[in-house]
């Protein structure tokens, strides 16, 4: 049912923690499922690339192995290419999710956005395509898949 993939990030999550005086930091949750995912981003003043990236799950198997795989694409990255890690992308470099969790690596999109709205916000900056997360734990994740 789960990719050798997902095993891996679930069994061997890469980046769990926090990190402290985090740049950026955003927590998500799914009403449903009742996970909650936090992610820390430490963002290099100049050049906006993300240094490093934490992450804490309170959630399923998926929900970490996505996390987990998240901060991997994003770090490297800059704050306006991290808005190419989609749960799409989260999904595709695990070798997919089964549909009913496919939510979960919507949680994880949401919480790389959040943390990114975060800095944004602290640095007046507009990223291109970033919208205001929505409130923290919320419902209708399904809608969007
Ligand atoms: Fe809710 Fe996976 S079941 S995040």
Known sequence: MYSEKV??????????????????????????CGDI???????????????????????????????????????GKTIYEAMEVTNKAVMEALDGLPPVKVHCSLLAEEAIHAALWDYAQSHNIEIPGLKEPKADIHDGEEEQE
Not at 7 to 32: S, Y
Not at 41 to 66: P, Q, R, Y
């Open 7 to 32: 095993m891996d990030h679930f069994t061997n999550p890469r980046n769990v923690g926090e990190i402290e005086n985090a740049d950026g930091v955003g927590t998500v949750g799914n009403a449903k």
């Open 37 to 75: 995912m936090r992610i820390y981003l430490d963002i290099d003043e100049d050049t906006k690339v993300i240094k490093d990236c934490k992450f804490k799950t309170f959630g399923c198997g998926a929900a970490v192995a996505t996390s987990s795989m998240a901060t991997e694409l994003v770090m």
